[in-house]
C-alpha cells in the first residue's frame, strides 16, 4: 500500500487531454514539493515535473503539473503514442522522514 | 553529458549480501548526492535511501536501516550501495540517481540504468 495514492491505470485517444491525480497528507504533499516521473516500458524512470509545477530541460510544454491541498496532478495535452508509459509521483514525508511514491499509473494510448 | 552507469545483474542466495556500484560522469560528483530507488517486478518505485557525496551524511528508508550501507569514493566518482541478509522479496531492480535540491524540495535526474538483483536458494 502506497503513501500516495494513484488510479492505477488511465487512458486516452491521440491529441486528447490525460490528467493523472496524486493523492497524500499534511505530511507529504501538503508541505512538501511533488515531482512525477515517467518510466517507459523497459527503461529507467525520468525526472518528467519537479517542484510541483517545474520541467526539466527536454520535456515538452505538453506536460505539467499542479498541486493543491494535499493532491497534485499531472497533465499531458496533445496526448502522443510515445506517451504511454508509467507515471509515477514522489514527494517527501516528513513524518517517515524519507521519500515517498505513489504505487504509478499506467497510462494507455487508444 | 550526465550519466550514472550501473554494475551488472547480480543472484545472490538467501541471507547473503549484494553491492551494486553507479559511477557518475559528466558533473562534479561531490555537487549533489546519490539516491537509490528499487522496483521489484511488476511493482512501483521504493526509496531506499540516499548519500551526500560532499560529506557522506545518509538518509536510509526506515524499512531497511540496519540492512542497507550507502557510500561514495570520490576519487573515481563512484557510488555504492550494500544490502545485507537477502531475503526473496528483495528480487529488484536498483536503481541510482543523482539527487538535488533539499530535503523537502528534492528531484532525481538522471538515473542509472539499473542492476537486477535476484536472490534465489
Do not use: H
Request: proline share 5%; net charge neutral; charged share 15%.
Amino acid at each position: 500500500q502506497s503513501v500516495l495514492t494513484q488510479p492505477p491505470s488511465a487512458s486516452g485517444t491521440p491529441g486528447q487531454r490525460v490528467t493523472i491525480s496524486c493523492s497524500g497528507s499534511s505530511s507529504n504533499i501538503g508541505s512538501k514539493t511533488v515531482n512525477w516521473y515517467q518510466q517507459l516500458p523497459g527503461s529507467a524512470p525520468k525526472l518528467l515535473i519537479y517542484s510541483n509545477n517545474q520541467r526539466p530541460s527536454g520535456v515538452p510544454d505538453r506536460f505539467s503539473g499542479s498541486k493543491s491541498g494535499t493532491s497534485a496532478s499531472l497533465a499531458i495535452s496533445g496526448l502522443q503514442s510515445e506517451d504511454e508509459a508509467d507515471y509515477f509521483c514522489a514527494a517527501w514525508d516528513a513524518s517517515l522522514n524519507g521519500v515517498v511514491f505513489g504505487g504509478g499509473t499506467k497510462l494507455a494510448v487508444l | 553529458q550526465v550519466q550514472l552507469v550501473q554494475s551488472g545483474p547480480e543472484v545472490k542466495k538467501p541471507g547473503a549480501s549484494v553491492r551494486v556500484s553507479c559511477k557518475a560522469s559528466g558533473y562534479t560528483f561531490t555537487s549533489s548526492g546519490i539516491t537509490w530507488v528499487r522496483q521489484a517486478p511488476g511493482q512501483g518505485l521504493e526509496w531506499m535511501g540516499w548519500i551526500s557525496a560532499y560529506n557522506d551524511n545518509t538518509n536510509y528508508a526506515q524499512s531497511l536501516q540496519g540492512r542497507v550501507t550507502m557510500t561514495t569514493v570520490t576519487s573515481t566518482s563512484t557510488a555504492y550501495m550494500e544490502l545485507r541478509s537477502l531475503r526473496s522479496d528483495d528480487t529488484a531492480v536498483y536503481y541510482c540517481a543523482r539527487y538535488e535540491g533539499t530535503y523537502s524540495d528534492n528531484r532525481f535526474d538522471p538515473w542509472g540504468q539499473g542492476t537486477l538483483v535476484t536472490v534465489s536458494s
